[in-house]
């Protein structure tokens, strides 16, 4: 999904609008800062029906249960995580998750 630099992978690609579906089984994936998933360098955006508008959505494939999970014991930090709209304006905005199985053992908790 995503690796330990945020331009990289997946991530790296998608833009306001674009939809990640993945598909079932566990994922352990560990990226920036040791989360599977971190909305940091970049948002969604109103969605206007313009093609390259609305949230960015990660979401599991329908009738398949994509399972997010990593221990502390792994360096694992947290799952799927926000940023800090203060101290980063217009980051992290617009940020969309459905139909996923999301358990971290991290300081963060599965989502934060």
């Excluded at 940091?40 to 093609?51: C, L, V």
């Excluded at 508008?53 to 502390?72: D, F, L, R, S």
């Excluded at 930090?77 to 926000?82: K, N, P, R, T, Y």
């Excluded at 980051?91 to 998750?97: D, F, T």
């Amino acid at each position: 999904m995503q690796q330990s630099s945020t331009s990289a992978a997946v991530w790296g690609l998608v833009k306001p609008g674009d939809v990640i579906v993945m598909r079932g089984g566990t994922w352990t994936d560990l990226g920036f800062e040791n989360y599977f998933l971190r909305y940091r360098d970049k948002s969604g955006s109103a969605p206007t029906g313009a093609a390259g508008t609305g949230p960015i959505t990660v979401m599991g494939y329908p009738t398949e249960t994509a399972y997010i999970y990593a221990t502390k014991a792994a360096g694992f930090s947290g799952g799927i995580s926000g940023i800090n709209g203060s101290n980063y304006p217009g980051l992290g905005q617009w940020g969309q998750i459905a139909d996923l199985k999301i358990e971290g053992g991290g300081d963060d908790g599965a989502g934060s």
